[in-house]
């Protein structure tokens, strides 16, 4: 079975910082999605990652993955309120299709 | 605009009763994808299908089923709920072969076993 972690499970942050959000899994899989979760409501789709090196930007948010390391990252630029949400990180299996989801990084940014 | 309903929004039911909640997508997507949500497990696929009469059981299946008579809709079932089911539920849809692609998901169903 697929596992897949993502760090830090909370972060909090204020307005104008920069951090980074971590995503591992544990098996080999080239397809790599981001969605984000506001409090109540369901997923939205942010970035699809198809292949090794792939970087994918949306104003101060940037993805990346690192198929060989089994990682990838989402970038926060001078973070902003509105940007408040759970981020998941989900990997797709090689082998059957389905998705694997992370247990999400609740990010709180403070004015 | 093609989209993904789910209903009912809200249910509260009692152990041992079988409920159904329904999902319904326009976009005419092969893929339909049950989840459910809980606090410290992020999403756990539940089941899913690649098309009409295609059911297959993801990782925590027991207790549940789903059937594909149609493209548009893909029902779950509790056959005899447990309070160990009470969670909300989202359903998703993707295009593409054999589960590939992004899936979007409906507004989720809250559902509460007593």
């Known amino acids: 079975e697929l596992k897949v972690e993502q760090n830090p499970l909370f972060l909090s942050m204020q307005e104008g910082k920069n951090y980074t959000i971590y995503c591992n899994y544990s098996t080999t899989s080239d397809r790599l999605y981001w969605y984000r979760q506001d409090p109540g409501k369901s997923l939205e789709s942010l970035f699809v990652?198809?292949?090794?090196?792939a970087v994918k930007q949306e104003g101060r948010l940037m993805a990346s993955l690192d198929t060989k390391a089994r990682l990838s990252t989402l970038h926060i630029t001078a973070a902003v309120h509105d940007l408040s949400a759970t981020y998941f990180c989900?990997?797709?299996?090689?082998?059957?299709?389905?998705?694997?989801f992370g247990t999400g990084t609740s990010l709180t940014v403070i004015p | 605009d093609a989209e993904i309903t789910q209903s009912p929004r809200h249910k509260i039911t009692e152990t041992g009763r079988q409920v159904t909640l329904a999902c319904h997508q326009t976009?005419?997507?092969?893929?339909m994808f049950w989840y459910r949500q809980d606090l410290g497990h992020g999403l756990r696929l539940i089941h899913y299908s690649y098309g009409v009469q295609d059911t297959n059981k993801g990782e925590v299946s027991d207790g549940y089923s789903v059937s594909r008579s149609n493209t548009e809709d893909l029902p779950l079932t509790l056959e005899s709920a447990a309070s160990s089911q009470t969670s909300v539920y989202f359903c998703a849809s993707s295009e593409g072969s054999g589960g590939q692609g992004t899936q979007y998901f409906g507004p989720g169903t809250r559902l509460t076993v007593l």
């Open positions: 990652l198809l292949s090794n090196g």
């Open positions: 989900a990997v797709a299996s090689n082998t059957g299709n389905q998705f694997y």
């Open positions: 976009w005419n997507h092969n893929n």
